[in-house]
């Protein structure tokens, strides 16, 4: 049986309702797309049922909008009525090119003004959708979701707003810790790993990787990113190295302490690709000492993979490694803000998740479990299959 014949099987939760925020427009408007097209194309075994009358439409977009007053001030603005939807909102906490004006200056919409305005959509359904879930790629606040010493816990208070305001489930991707949905026990909370988005956008733009143990490992830059290198390097049947970060307790810059040295556990990767898996790239400084301490171990092409590439300090240091052959390769998704310099860069492959979000909306919608959906291992073999074959 098919993944749709079993969503299928389930009548739908409610009418399907989509609120992409501005942040996360273009995304939004893709998954529409994909959703739009399927449900056009499925035979229905009760069309005539009044819970069905709306299933088929031409865009399941509900109109929003969070107008600001010249204050900095917003509110968030419903142009047509949620009752009785399922239904789905999207939003991008980094999405940074967004602006706004306030008292006569233009100011660049920060994480906590995406998430107020995802909170004054949410006040605006008043209380009237059956069922409100948030996909919000990029957890807000994810980097702050554990107290080591007197400072807040910003994840794990907006998870427990958001519930408080009637969300049902929470969607993220690849969270930096996906233990902080101890914070809400009682509700939905997925975080979903884009292994096999990787995988595909790696096999279609790169036509002679070796996918094998003798050609090709995965290295997790530092201990946090080991559970993701493992699940990958178990799937593809290949070695798995880790660095670990020797950090300077003493001192703090820019909010954290410096790195002092990267050293390296695992097998040899000499003469063998290697991709570099981690949850993020922000400033980028760490995956290239990462990449630069792999060639002086005598890698062969470097592939750095990451789900969400914030280039927080420019693309200028990747734009060297790649021409100093340090780096091949750059690796994200664009489930956040991706630049128009980023996306021309000619080592850089962009792996698109929209399809994948209407699989967990479209299945999510007919009350369907996504057990299967947030476990790639199936598609990953049978993707790395054909591939092999090509080559041949």
Known sequence: ??????????????????????????????????????????????????????YQRDSYILKASNPRFGSGEAKGVLAESARGYDLFLMVDVTNYSITY???????????????????????????????????????????????TTRESMDCALALQELVNMGVDNIITFDAHDPRVLNAIPLKGFESVQPAYQFIKGICKNVKDLQIDADHLMIVSPDEGATGRAIYLANVLGIDIGMFYKRRDYSKIVDGR??????????????????????????????????????KKRKANRIFVVATFGLFTNGLEKFDKAVEDGIIFKVVTTNLTYQTPELLDRPYYINCDMSKYIAYIIDTLNHDASISELLDPHERILRLVERYKAEQQ
């Open 257 to 294: 302490n410096p790195i002092v040295a990267h050293e390296f556990l695992g097998s040899s990767v000499e003469g063998k690709d290697v991709l570099i898996i981690d949850d993020m790239i922000s400033s980028g400084d760490s995956m290239i000492d990462v990449a630069t301490e792999l």
């Open 101 to 147: 004006s306030i008292c006569g200056h233009t100011n660049h919409m920060s994480p906590d003004d995406h998430y107020a305005d995802l909170k004054r959509i949410i006040a605006a359904c008043g209380g009237k959708a059956r069922r409100i879930t948030v996909i919000i790629p990029f957890l807000y606040e994810s980097r702050q979701h554990r107290r």
């Open 1 to 54: 049986m098919s993944e749709t014949e079993k969503t299928l099987q389930n009548v739908p939760y409610g009418n399907l309702g989509m609120i992409p925020l501005q942040s996360c427009r273009e995304l939004g408007e893709k998954v529409d797309k994909y959703l739009v097209s399927w449900r056009k194309d499925r035979q229905l075994h009760h069309p005539n049922d009044s819970f069905m009358q709306s």
